[in-house]
Nanobody, 121 residues
Framework: QVQLVESGGGLVQAGGSLRLSCVVS????????MGWYRQAPGKQRELVAD??????YYSESVKGRFTISRDIRKHMVSLQMNSLNPEDTAVYYC????????????????WGQGTQVTVSS
């Protein structure tokens, strides 16, 4: 069994910063990818940033403002969010692709429960 616990959301004024963290626990053999998604009211969930062993991706809307990082040994991924604006208001979800045992062919995707980020103007 795998659990993802997110923390760091909250209310911040425009121009401010927040740091989200997600810790993965449970049956972990290897982690393939870790990322952050967000879903604003009335909109589809969208990929914000993700990180694998070989690359980092940022959506155009957050490039230059957000930084994703991970600590594989601690099974943790973080998202540093700077220069926040009201359009960043959303529930942010952590997603991790991992294998729970050595014989697992494809990784399984797991999601966190979501953390609210609200940016006031």
């Amino acid at each position: 069994q795998v659990q993802l616990v997110e923390s760091g959301g909250g209310l911040v004024q425009a121009g401010g910063s927040l740091r989200l963290s997600c810790v993965v626990s449970g049956s972990i053999f290897s982690i393939n990818g870790m990322g952050w998604y967000r879903q604003a009211p009335g909109k589809q969930r969208e990929l914000v940033a993700d990180i694998t062993s070989g690359s980092i991706y940022y959506s155009e809307s957050v490039k230059g403002r957000f930084t994703i990082s991970r600590d594989i040994r601690k099974h943790m991924v973080s998202l540093q969010m700077n220069s926040l604006n009201p359009e960043d208001t959303a529930v942010y979800y952590c997603k991790v692709d991992l294998k729970s045992y050595s014989g697992q062919v494809r990784p399984t995707a797991y999601w966190g429960q979501g953390t609210q980020v609200t940016v006031s103007s």
